[in-house]
């Protein structure tokens, strides 16, 4: 079974543009997780959804949103880019509530 | 303001040897824990998850849980070159989904 998939890989923007990240859960699973990390730290929470709803929401700005459609596949996005959201973006996807999250290769931000 | 501590390290230990990795947590009502490994330049790999008290072995990889102590570690036993990665403790976030995780702690393990 293929995992979970993400794209862009990288992605190059300057400040103040939006960008729009991609993912696409293992098949079957229901609850899509978004993660920002940077370097030296574990991965922060940004937003989950499960069954198509928002079911949970890290300490981020409102620049950051997401959403999920009724295939289970996600997007985030992310406006008036700044320096500090350079990182790698990382979705992962669990079969059920509470389980163990599947992480997809992410996709690298670099903001200019 | 939930946290999860993890020694950065670099732990170097042998090939051959048991390698011990430690986490503390802070919410008591935390129920689920995991242990990912990620190499340098990838994502998070899960390996291990545990929910009750006590150990639980899958292969070289042991995770024991001490809820009372808020408490996990893993124990990766005949350490290979090949585990050379950050270890990345996680715990469920309670009412949210969310997985919160430690900074990670670095296992180099020399041949």
């Known amino acids: 079974d293929a995992g979970v998939t993400q794209s862009p890989t990288h992605l190059i923007k300057t400040r103040g543009q939006q960008v729009t990240l991609r993912c696409s859960p293992i098949?079957?699973?229901?609850?899509v997780s978004w993660y920002q990390q940077v370097l030296g730290q574990g991965p922060q929470f940004i937003f989950q959804?499960?069954?198509?709803?928002e079911r949970g929401r890290g300490n981020f700005p409102d620049r950051f949103s997401a959403r999920q459609f009724p295939n289970y596949s996600s997007e985030l996005n992310v406006n008036a880019l700044l320096l500090g959201d350079s990182a790698l973006y990382l979705c992962?996807?669990?079969?059920?509530w509470g389980q163990g999250q599947f992480f997809g290769p992410g996709t690298r931000l670099t903001v200019l | 303001q939930k946290e999860v501590e993890q020694n950065s390290g670099p732990l170097s230990v042998p090939e051959g040897a048991i390698a011990s990795l430690n986490c503390t947590y802070s919410?008591?009502?935390?129920?689920?824990f995991f242990w990912y490994r990620q190499y340098s330049g990838k994502s998070p790999e899960l390996i291990m998850s545990?929910?009750?008290?006590g150990d639980k072995e899958d292969g070289r990889f042991t995770a024991q849980l001490n809820k009372a102590s808020q408490y996990v570690s893993l124990l990766i036993r005949d350490s290979q070159p090949s585990d050379s990665a950050t270890y990345l403790c996680a715990v469920n976030g309670g009412s949210q989904g969310n997985l919160i995780f430690g900074k990670g702690t670095k296992l180099s393990v020399k041949p």
């Open positions: 919410d008591r009502g935390s129920q689920s």
């Open positions: 098949s079957g699973h229901k609850s």
């Open positions: 545990i929910y009750s008290n």
């Open positions: 992962a996807s669990s079969l059920e």
């Open positions: 959804y499960y069954e198509k709803e």
